[in-house]
């Protein structure tokens, strides 16, 4: 098989879709944006949209489809939102009812699409920029956690962030918050930096979400709001049906990394 | 009467709440944000909310409020849109049929508030890199522009991005980008430097919005997306109602300049 970092985003989505790819997206396409996805329907999609926008750090909105429409055209051109992620979680009322790799039978006229920033492209500019990212380093899951900071609600939606953790060396705290600052549609600048308990987490060493990331001698957790938040959200809200990617399966976007740095 | 400029964003609203303070707001408030308003029933503020999200630098929306709500609550809190604005206009169909000091007898419970970033906010950024703004020099409306610049459609809104432009120094004019490139939530970095003929703009002298500024010898023209884009868009689109501020009449907000810097 190709070497699946070279495939482009579109080569990438009609294997997906074909249902002839279903593993976890990381490194596929290369230098391309990768998308979080909620679906919701229409009658709740107008108040998370609203939810998006008054936060906009944990929930930056790439692109949002017409209503009925499952071609995210800003982010996927020609993609469907009913095939092109590897794998979906159902959700009814907050409840996770089924892991599926297409979601035709739940797909209807009224619902919309939010495909929404990852922390990859934040990542990649920390990477250039000499900045070790740990959980890549250490090839497992990033550890991201429920704090204490509110949201601010709209509608139906309210909760707390939740955050994703990267260790930072001292010396390159003020690199760090620089080079993700030129990237605030996905997540841009931390949300916090150093003691873990000030934003209302107890044990560093036990992520809500994600796996543990080892901090060294020298280093600082620096925090970040996270993509997992809409979701997090969403199911304490518990909305009569919410679809979303399965942790790790993303959305292939067209775009590239720097096509969202602001500077 | 007390110096405008040093109001707190609270009196100056409540002072225009009375009809006290029928003036345009330029300069009050000295350092604190202003936001142009569109007002729109439910039924179309999705559409409208999706369109500003697939066009943000003309369409940066500061604030979104609840449906009914005439609280912008992230953007002046304790504020009423229904009364806290100097001037509105009211277009039927995309046709002004009326101005008014308060929209008490068109405000119905199913209508949304926009709240939408304004360039008074980098034209500070300007002044403070020691860039000169000729508009602002010569005392006034900045020129604007309907350009060839196709928008992202959404639902009914589609049209072409109206543009401000301001003449800046060769030497100035990197500065110029980079400064304003801070702010990407009040229109950000110009969208255009040099030949207006290039986006669609026959004759700089005749600005289709605003009155001309001077270009003088060693000046370029910059041009940036402009928060009129939203207004021009809705009445090419005609709904059935939309209430906007009266230009220069805007809505004095909460936060200052430097909240909006992402860097």
């Given at each position: 098989m190709k070497d699946l970092s070279k495939l482009t985003p579109q080569e990438a989505r009609l294997l997906i879709r074909e249902n002839k790819l279903i593993v976890p997206t990381s490194g596929i396409s290369k230098g391309h944006i990768q998308g979080?996805?909620?679906?919701?329907?229409?009658?709740?999609?107008?108040?998370?949209?609203?939810?998006?926008?008054?936060?906009?750090?944990?929930?930056?909105?790439?692109?949002?489809?017409?209503?009925?429409?499952?071609e995210p055209k800003?982010m996927a051109k020609g993609g469907d939102l009913r095939y092109d992620i590897p794998k979906?979680?159902?959700?009814?009322?907050?409840?996770?009812?089924?892991?599926?790799t297409d979601?035709?039978?739940?797909?209807?006229?009224?619902?919309?699409?939010?495909v929404?920033?990852?922390?990859f492209?934040?990542?990649?500019?920390?990477?250039?920029?000499?900045?070790?990212?740990?959980?890549?380093?250490?090839?497992?899951?990033?550890?991201?956690?429920?704090?204490?900071?509110?949201?601010?609600?709209?509608?139906?939606?309210?909760?707390?962030?939740?955050?994703?953790?990267?260790?930072?060396?001292?010396?390159?705290?003020?690199?760090?918050?620089?080079?993700?600052?030129?990237?605030?549609?996905?997540?841009?600048?931390?949300?916090?930096?150093?003691?873990?308990?000030?934003?209302?987490?107890?044990?560093?060493?036990?992520?809500?979400?994600?796996?543990?990331?080892?901090?060294?001698?020298?280093?600082?957790?620096?925090?970040?709001?996270?993509?997992?938040?809409?979701?997090?959200?969403?199911?304490?809200?518990?909305?009569?049906?919410?679809?979303?990617?399965?942790?790790?399966y993303m959305l292939i976007c067209d775009p590239v990394d720097?096509?969202?740095?602001?500077?």
């Amino acid at each position: 098989m190709k070497d699946l970092s070279k495939l482009t985003p579109q080569e990438a989505r009609l294997l997906i879709r074909e249902n002839k790819l279903i593993v976890p997206t990381s490194g596929i396409s290369k230098g391309h944006i990768q998308g979080n996805l909620a679906i919701l329907p229409k009658d709740v999609a107008f108040d998370f949209l609203i939810f998006a926008q008054r936060n906009p750090k944990p929930c930056p909105i790439l692109d949002v489809t017409d209503i009925g429409d499952p071609e995210p055209k800003l982010m996927a051109k020609g993609g469907d939102l009913r095939y092109d992620i590897p794998k979906y979680r159902i959700y009814k009322k907050g409840e996770l009812v089924e892991e599926v790799t297409d979601i035709e039978k739940y797909w209807t006229d009224d619902m919309v699409g939010f495909v929404i920033g990852c922390s990859f492209s934040f990542e990649s500019a920390m990477l250039n920029a000499g900045i070790p990212v740990r959980h890549i380093e250490d090839e497992h899951n990033v550890p991201m956690y429920l704090t204490n900071i509110e949201t601010v609600p709209a509608g139906m939606f309210h909760g707390k962030m939740v955050v994703s953790m990267r260790p930072v060396p001292y010396d390159q705290v003020v690199r760090a918050v620089t080079v993700t600052s030129r990237f605030p549609s996905v997540h841009g600048a931390p949300v916090h930096v150093g003691d873990p308990a000030l934003i209302g987490i107890k044990d560093i060493d036990k992520p809500d979400f994600g796996e543990k990331s080892e901090i060294k001698e020298g280093e600082i957790p620096v925090f970040w709001a996270c993509g997992v938040t809409p979701q997090s959200i969403a199911m304490t809200s518990k909305p009569e049906i919410m679809i979303t990617h399965s942790p790790g399966y993303m959305l292939i976007c067209d775009p590239v990394d720097e096509d969202f740095s602001v500077l």
